[in-house]
């Protein structure tokens, strides 16, 4: 039998919201209205007209915003694009989502994930979307409205952490890292670098881990105090977010212990110059790694490469494990690596590094070994050989090492400088846009580099 919604209707009263980073003053901020249909609350601004921003109305596109980060990048980004003279929409999964949107036009879905796809194709329809803009590409919700976009001819506009870091977020197209539509062929970067102007050095960004930390509490915090207002909502990540605040309570117990542990292992290793090759570790939860690689989490990546080490690495070297900086420490990955390496008799020669800089320790390595991360490209961007486990977009001749892992302990060879430089420029020119997601100077500048490459004029780095 057919589920039946009830149409409720009601209005909200107005009210001045200095929070939302002043984009409304209170005498524009219009009434709400507010109903139900097919799982979806609609919590809608009938009063708002084009101008209310000082926005022009020439090339008005209709957005629609998925999942965004933890925090308040996507609610800053729908003020940005609203400013530019675009109709914004932002669909919300769970609590967290809407405590950080606070803006007109949210659309709460409370269907299943079974439901979503016929609930999206609605919402385009009847909204009249020309894009959807989403975080990460890899969350069920938003393959299945890929999926849907794709057969409508929707444009899909997907945000990540950036290709190359630090100080850089993707913005691509249709599809970011194994999904992105960017060649694999070294000659097409040369060619194609060799037809643009150059680029100033950009100015690095601050960014803050309690920031960022605080924003994934508050979004998790909000998320399980909602959840009977989310009866259908399913998160991509493998963790109840109280298992995960029990982690990161753990990890933070430990911090300067951790901290001294790292800082003590990294004097040693330029006090005896000893030849060392990274692996940094990524997620387990990483969609990279359980979608774009052949390993179903980290531990199995772990194993590979300990064996190989054990068996092809020269007499002397040594491998440091790096974790990666937001781990939430719900499983203890120093506990792994070590027992993996006592079993394939090298644990004398394995160092865990649970706290410390990844671009200072990257500098010295004889070379890394990555899954996929964008780590990868840090590497390469200071001459130093890498070997891809994974797919990835750098992953190809003349930047990475082609032979496989076995032969790259002995064979591996630096990258070639020219076509990074071109991949580089190239990346700059259709994927990455400057700025960040953890301080105030960051998300500004993110926010107006995307809605400059939205509208077709794209800025020049700072």
Same mark, same amino acid.
């Given at each position: ?36 249909? #097919? ?93 959807v803009m989403l975080f990460g590409d890899c969350?069920? #919700? ?36 194994? #999904? ?55 998160t991509h990540r493998p963790w109840h977010p ?37 692996f940094p570790l990524q997620l387990d939860s ?37 974790? #990666? ?88 060879? &630096? &990258? ?47």
């Open positions: 039998m057919a589920r039946r919604y009830r149409r409720k209707v009601f209005k909200a009263k107005t009210k001045y919201r200095p929070d939302i980073d002043n984009a409304l003053p209170a005498r524009l901020i219009p009434r709400r209205t507010a109903y139900t249909t #097919h799982g979806i609350d609609h919590q809608m601004n009938a009063e708002l007209s084009p101008g209310l921003l000082g926005e022009h109305t020439g090339n008005q596109r209709r957005v629609m915003l998925l999942q965004g980060l933890m925090g308040p990048f996507f609610r800053r980004l729908g003020i940005g694009l609203r400013r530019s003279g675009h109709v914004v929409y932002k669909v919300n999964f769970n609590g967290g989502d809407q405590a950080y949107w606070r803006l007109p036009n949210g659309l709460s879905y409370r269907g299943t994930l079974a439901e979503w796809p016929d609930a999206f194709a609605r919402l385009l329809d009847t909204h009249a979307i020309t894009d969350r069920v #919700h938003h393959m299945a409205a890929l999926e849907v976009c794709r057969a409508r001819g929707v444009t899909i506009w997907v945000f990540e952490e950036g290709y190359i870091r630090p100080d850089w977020v993707t913005m691509e197209i249709g599809g970011v890292n194994g #999904h992105s539509q960017l060649s694999r062929d070294p000659r097409w970067y040369r060619q194609r670098a060799a037809a643009l102007p150059p680029v100033a050095e950009h100015r690095k960004v601050p960014a803050s881990f309690r920031r960022r930390a605080t924003e994934g509490l508050i979004y998790n915090a909000a998320d399980v105090l909602t959840r009977w207002r989310y009866p259908g909502w399913q109280l298992v995960e605040g029990m982690g990161w309570a753990r990890k933070l117990a430990r911090k300067n212990e951790r901290k001294r542990q790292g800082m003590a292992l990294l004097e040693r290793l330029q006090k005896t110059d000893a030849a060392y090759y990274l990483d969609a990279q790694i359980r979608l774009h690689s052949p390993f179903a989490g980290i531990v199995e990546a772990m194993k590979m490469v300990l064996e190989s080490f054990a068996r092809h690495a020269p007499a002397g070297t040594r491998l440091v494990i790096k974790e #990666h900086p937001l781990d939430n420490g719900v499983r203890d990955w120093q506990f792994e690596a070590e027992t993996l390496a006592e079993q394939f008799g090298v644990l004398d020669r394995v160092d865990y590094l649970a706290w410390g800089d990844i671009e200072a320790i990257a500098e010295r390595a004889r070379g890394m070994v990555t899954v996929n991360s964008t780590s990868g490209t840090l590497a390469l961007a200071r001459k130093v050989p890498v070997v891809v486990l994974g797919k990835a977009v750098y992953d190809m001749a003349d930047l990475t090492f082609q032979g496989g892992l076995d032969r790259f302990w002995t064979e591996a060879t &630096p &990258p070639d400088e020219a076509t990074f430089a071109a991949f580089q420029r190239v990346l700059i020119d259709t994927s990455l846009i400057p700025g960040g997601f953890f301080s105030e100077e960051a998300l500004d500048k993110v926010v107006k580099h995307a809605v400059a490459r939205f509208d077709g004029v794209p800025l020049p780095p700072e």
